[in-house]
């Protein structure tokens, strides 16, 4: 009996450093592939802003495929949730199954996001009023051509996000992150082409070609783990049980969307430009926001593994590691975000038709933003577990909460502030989501703990305020130096100072030791 006991422990033990040595090399592997797609993506940027400025051209393109991509990001992040979560325990019981499940979603959301279409498309005179209530008749009536253009965009965007959901489901991660890759790659090329016989136009095709092409290629990657099946998928059980978590999921990640959408309806009674500058702070704190969600994917497919095999101490263990590092990272992320936010724009979009004033206004919305870093990880973390419950109901309360937050701040701060004023409340409401959503987490899941960032507070604490002054001290003494110089000095300085307070206490802890990252180890 000992004897079985003990082959018992030890092939648990096996089990669990296997599953850390995966789950490590796919966040690696995830991280790599953001880095250079995000870089790709400042380059897109650079060259958009260095072609088109920020302007009311640009305005209109950025407010109409801003809508259409809020609604993208709320098919991915609901389809990646749901179907995440269903396909697992459904794959755990057969294949085949599974994969009939997956084929009969995909049918399901092309039919409902054709009539979502359709709606948009006929409503996109109340639409653009909605999104920009202070322009001009002509204005709003050229917003409304822009929206209906995007529209029927949206069922190639649907194809991608149920492939990439099943990538994710089977661990593999990488070709779902490539698509930022496909998009910076054919908007280049379409406005270096295009630009000088159709203007801003071109970024519509652009964007269309990159639509097409994305759900082309997940389709493919994707095709192995779909299975025939000519049954009503909207009787399929397993549908049912997803169409039963999208209601609330689309409360949930719909308040990002609402969110920007009241950001941008303040904004666009603000200078001109201003909706555009937004848009570009936003790209540039999208690479750690992107950051953060594409990881807590790569978490959730673990997490919810777990969950459907019962093992909850592994569940509180990768929670608990999983929002330590996440804070522990992002907190000198955040200081240099927010003290050197002039620079970061001047140095990525300081060039061509992008002059002093739209760099003054993107610094401030960047500013803004970047606060929102360790709420959107307490946010996100936290979600995914319960999602991985199957419980879309707390997280979707949690989120209407904070839309009432923002909206009420947003509205306060904006006259005061100007378009900080506005990013400053979209960060304060995640902030309140997260904080949420830890305690309807725990309250899922009551074996879920904080008390390793708890004990270690004190030294981030300080770590941080550290930080603050090593900007500060970094901005007196290397003023002098070029842009990129300086940034770089600085980030290492900052980084260099916090990793001598912080990293000794928490190997301390014993929840992550270098041995983790050891060669034995893997």
Same mark, same amino acid.
């Given at each position: 009996e000992i004897r079985l006991s003990l082959v018992g422990s030890e092939m648990c033990i096996r089990d669990s450093s296997g599953m850390q040595s995966r789950l490590l090399k796919n966040i690696l592997s995830v991280s790599g592939v953001l880095i250079l797609v995000k870089a790709l993506g400042f380059f897109k940027q650079m060259v958009i802003a260095g072609i088109f400025g920020a302007n009311a051209e640009t305005d209109l393109i950025n407010l109409s495929y801003g809508f259409i991509g809020d609604i993208q990001y709320l098919?991915?992040?609901?389809?990646?949730?749901?179907?995440?979560?269903?396909?697992?325990?459904?794959?755990?019981?057969?294949?085949?199954?599974?994969?009939?499940?997956?084929?009969?979603?995909?049918?399901?959301?092309?039919?409902?996001?054709?009539?979502?279409?359709?709606?948009?498309?006929?409503?996109?005179?109340?639409?653009?009023?909605?999104?920009?209530?202070?322009?001009?008749?002509?204005?709003?009536?050229?917003?409304?051509?822009?929206?209906?253009?995007?529209?029927?965009?949206?069922?190639?965007? &649907?194809?991608? #996000?149920?492939?990439?959901?099943?990538?994710?489901?089977? $661990?593999?991660?990488?070709?779902? *992150? @490539?698509?930022?890759?496909?998009?910076?790659?054919?908007?280049?090329?379409?406005?270096?082409?295009?630009?000088?016989?159709?203007?801003?136009?071109?970024?519509?095709?652009?964007?269309w070609l990159y639509a097409t092409f994305s759900a082309g290629f997940l389709g493919y990657q994707a095709r192995t783990y779909l299975r025939k099946s000519s049954r009503n998928p909207f009787r399929n059980p397993q549908v049912r049980s997803l169409l039963a978590m999208v209601g609330p999921l689309s409360i949930g990640y719909g308040a990002v969307y609402i969110n920007q959408m009241v950001d941008k309806i303040l904004v666009s009674g603000l200078a001109d430009g201003t909706v555009t500058a937004m848009?570009?702070?936003?790209?540039?704190?999208?690479?750690?926001?992107?950051?953060?969600?594409?990881?807590?994917? &790569?978490?959730? #497919?673990?997490?919810?593994?777990?969950?459907?095999?019962? $093992?909850?101490?592994?569940?509180? *263990? @990768?929670?608990?590691?999983?929002i330590l590092v996440l804070v522990i990272l992002l907190l000198p992320v955040t200081v240099i975000a927010v003290s050197q936010a002039e620079d970061i724009v001047l140095l990525i979009y300081g060039r061509g038709a992008f002059d002093a004033e739209a760099a003054a206004m993107t610094a401030q919305a960047l500013m803004?933003?970047?606060?929102?870093?360790?709420?959107?990880?307490?946010?996100?973390?936290?979600?995914?577990?319960?999602?991985?419950?199957?419980d879309s109901k707390h997280p979707a309360v949690n989120s209407v909460i904070g839309i009432a937050c923002n909206v009420t701040l947003s509205i306060l701060l904006c006259r005061k502030f100007g378009v900080f004023g506005v990013t400053l409340a979209s960060s304060v409401a995640t902030l309140?989501?997260?904080?949420?959503? &830890?305690?309807? #987490?725990?309250?899922?899941?009551?074996?879920?703990?904080? $008390?390793?960032?708890w004990n270690l507070t004190p030294n981030i604490l300080i770590g941080g305020i550290l930080s603050i002054l090593l900007t500060w001290g970094c901005k007196q003494w290397l003023a002098e130096l070029p842009l990129l110089i300086r940034l770089c000095l600085t980030t290492f300085f900052v980084f260099s100072g916090y990793s001598v307070l912080v990293i000794p206490a928490v190997w301390k802890t014993g929840l992550i030791k270098p041995c983790h990252f050891s060669r034995k180890q893997r």
């Open positions: 098919l991915v992040q609901v389809m990646l949730t749901a179907v995440v979560s269903v396909y697992i325990h459904v794959k755990e019981e057969t294949q085949n199954e599974a994969g009939q499940f997956a084929s009969d979603t995909l049918c399901a959301g092309t039919i409902v996001v054709a009539a979502i279409s359709a709606t948009i498309f006929m409503l996109s005179p109340w639409i653009s009023k909605l999104l920009a209530p202070s322009y001009s008749q002509e204005l709003s009536s050229q917003l409304g051509g822009y929206i209906r253009l995007f529209s029927p965009i949206l069922i190639p965007l &649907v194809w991608m #996000a149920v492939f990439h959901a099943l990538l994710n489901s089977n $661990k593999r991660f990488i070709p779902g *992150q @490539l698509e930022g890759l496909y998009q910076s790659v054919i908007l280049v090329i379409v406005i270096i082409l295009g630009a000088p016989y159709l203007g801003v136009d071109s970024l519509v095709i652009g964007y848009s570009y702070a936003a790209t540039l704190s999208n690479l750690v926001g992107t950051l953060i969600c594409s990881l807590c994917s &790569v978490l959730y #497919a673990h997490v919810t593994e777990y969950i459907s095999q019962e $093992k909850e101490q592994a569940v509180a *263990q @990768l929670t608990e590691r999983a803004g933003y970047s606060l929102s870093f360790i709420p959107l990880a307490l946010r996100e973390v936290y979600s995914r577990v319960q999602y991985g419950y199957q309140v989501i997260g904080m949420l959503n &830890v305690q309807s #987490a725990r309250r899922t899941a009551s074996f879920l703990s904080l $008390k390793s960032l």
